[in-house]
């Protein structure tokens, strides 16, 4: 394990970083360095790659044509938290809306931005959103800057950032006196094989319980729920289905996607992305039915290991001045 000078990044100490682990992407090499002052965990280079990446990746886009149609637990613990009170809502990163459109139902005046101009089509015509934006954080508080929230929520957003410290100077600035975030992010403590994206440039930071407790202490914020979220059955599905899917692929939605190109695209509300869709459930069912049982065999095979832990979920209150 080497040691080295640097300035952390998230408590500014000048203590020796550890050198922690490698990885590299597209001939780029990455560093991950742990402060021992702060606990904190983060990559070097650490740069975002950018919105035109995450709109290339096969991850995101598929969940834009299939979105999921029913809230998390954690997103809906978010909720219940504040319960019975009811306010103004911005998620930020809001993907395709799924989360807004539950919060909607139970009662928020919500509104959510996301840099995938795909995403917010699915937000606005699946779940008939109103209040979604193709903007960054800054960016609608600039345009929207009378606006105050009750609640800002960031789930599987803080591991993407590069401007933390930004970032939560923008979110402070939105919120109400009194208000509250939301957040979710992988926990670094859980199996790595469970967590295979877990690496730059996609993420860049790792947390623990400690490490974002004292962060969003030293931000303005008093972390009031912490809790490690476990590996579910079907997010072990659908680990092994990346791992393992490929012998039992017949490429419909790849075929179905090289025909579109040849007739001119896949252009949002056409047929052709209806199709793909409608591909994409097919295969969950598919992917449900060969992977289920071993995904329930390692469910109870880690159920009384900490290595189970694969997410991080923290709600916090905006101190007052």
């Known amino acids: 394990m080497e040691q080295n000078n640097f300035k952390c990044y998230f408590c500014g100490s000048l203590d020796k970083s550890r050198d922690i682990g490698t990885h ?53 613990k978010a909720i219940d938290f504040l319960r019975p009170f009811v306010g103004k809502l911005l998620d930020v990163g809001c993907g395709a809306g799924t989360f807004m459109y539950w919060a909607e139902k139970m009662g928020w005046d919500v509104y959510g931005i996301d ?58 600035g939105a919120l109400n006196p009194g208000g509250y975030i939301a957040m979710s992010m992988p926990y670094r403590g859980g199996a790595r094989w469970l967590q295979l994206s877990d690496l730059p440039p996609r993420h860049l930071t790792r947390w623990n319980r400690s490490a974002i407790s004292g962060y969003l202490e030293r931000e303005g914020f008093e972390a009031v729920y912490v809790k490690r979220l476990p590996a579910e059955i079907s997010f072990l599905v659908s680990k092994l289905q990346r791992k393992y899917g490929k012998y039992f ?32 459930k097919l295969a969950r069912i598919k992917d449900v039915v060969i992977f289920g049982f071993p995904a329930l065999i390692i469910w109870l095979a880690m159920l009384f290991s900490s290595k189970r832990y694969i997410g991080l979920f923290v709600i916090a209150g905006k101190k007052r001045q």
């Open 24 to 76: 590299t992407d597209n001939g780029i090499g990455y560093v991950l360095r742990e402060c021992p002052k702060c606990g904190a965990q983060y990559w070097t280079p650490f740069k975002n790659p950018g919105a035109e990446w995450y709109e290339n990746d096969e991850r995101y886009a598929g969940r834009n044509l299939d979105p999921d149609i029913e809230a998390n637990w954690h997103q809906k």
């Open 249 to 280: 692929s017949f490429n419909i939605i790849g075929k179905l996607k090289d025909r579109a190109r040849k007739e001119g695209g896949i252009k949002l509300g056409s047929a052709a992305e209806r199709n793909i869709a409608t591909a994409h």
């Open 115 to 172: 840099f995938d101009r795909d995403a917010i089509h699915t937000a606005k015509e699946v779940f008939k959103l109103k209040n979604v934006y193709d903007m960054d954080l800054a960016g609608f508080r600039k345009n929207f800057p009378d606006l105050k929230f009750n609640l800002v929520t960031f789930f599987d957003v803080f591991e993407h950032l590069d401007d933390h410290h930004d970032f939560l100077d923008q979110v402070k």
